[in-house]
């Protein structure tokens, strides 16, 4: 199964600011779906984006999928020091429904 | 919300023991439960799928008779860590997916598996 790639691998950055993480991806997919995991804690479900959608939002996390370049982003605006976890990106390929994992960002907020 | 409960969140055992760790979906039906493994700082591996009433289909290079996985209901999943040895020492993650393939997944809170 495929395996997405994050970058950056870290970031840190201060409260208020956007913080903005990438993920890149080999084969087709049905979709791209954004995880966050806080430390030593099973993942939480941010958002999925279907091949067929280009840009997504929920509160302050804007999601975008490009599918030419296989290549999507994850924005989270006006950081807040609860968002400091790692975020990683899963990808269900075409004809294979299980998630493969990136690498994961990890973000750490600054007070 | 669906909710899956892992259990237990932290083991410790001696070498040559073996562990069970519990994956439950609390309020849904699970047909297809998967387990995945990682390792400090890193991502989440796939180590298996399981599939309620039939057998485990297992990743490329993880052992069947190492990590035994039992799908025996629709909300229950296990897996048995047999004969564990310090390099099995690792976090556990169990899932869950309520729906289709467009649907996402549900994560327990993980199980830290440290063998001494």
């Known amino acids: 199964s495929q395996q997405g790639e994050e970058d950056p691998q870290a970031l840190s950055i201060q409260e208020g600011e956007n913080a903005t993480m990438n993920c890149s991806y080999k084969?087709?997919?049905?979709?791209l779906q954004w995880y966050r995991q806080n430390s030593g804690r099973g993942l939480v479900h941010l958002i999925l984006i279907r091949s067929n959608e280009r840009e997504k939002h929920s509160g302050r996390l804007r999601v975008t999928l490009d599918t030419s370049k296989k290549s999507s982003s994850l924005l989270i605006t006006a950081s807040r020091a609860a968002d400091t976890a790692s975020y990683f990106c899963a990808t269900d390929a075409y004809n294979d429904y299980k998630l493969s994992f990136g690498a994961g960002t990890t973000v750490t907020v600054r007070a | 919300g669906a909710v899956v409960s892992q259990h237990p969140s932290w083991v410790i055992c001696k070498s040559g023991t073996s562990v069970k760790i519990e994956c439950r979906s609390l309020?849904?039906?699970?047909?297809?439960m998967f387990w995945y493994r990682q390792f400090p700082k890193q991502s989440l591996m796939l180590m298996a799928t399981?599939?309620?009433?039939?057998?485990?289909?297992?990743e490329q290079g993880v052992e069947k008779d190492k990590f035994l996985i039992n799908h025996a209901s629709l909300t229950l999943s296990t897996l048995t860590v047999t004969s564990a040895h310090p390099e099995d020492s690792s976090f556990y993650i169990c899932?869950?997916?309520?729906?289709?393939?467009?649907?996402?997944?549900?994560f327990g809170n993980g199980t830290r598996l440290t063998v001494t």
């Open positions: 399981s599939n309620e009433g039939s057998k485990a289909t297992y």
């Open positions: 309020d849904f039906q699970a047909t297809t």
């Open positions: 084969t087709s997919i049905n979709n």
């Open positions: 899932s869950a997916r309520q729906g289709d393939y467009n649907s996402p997944l549900h």
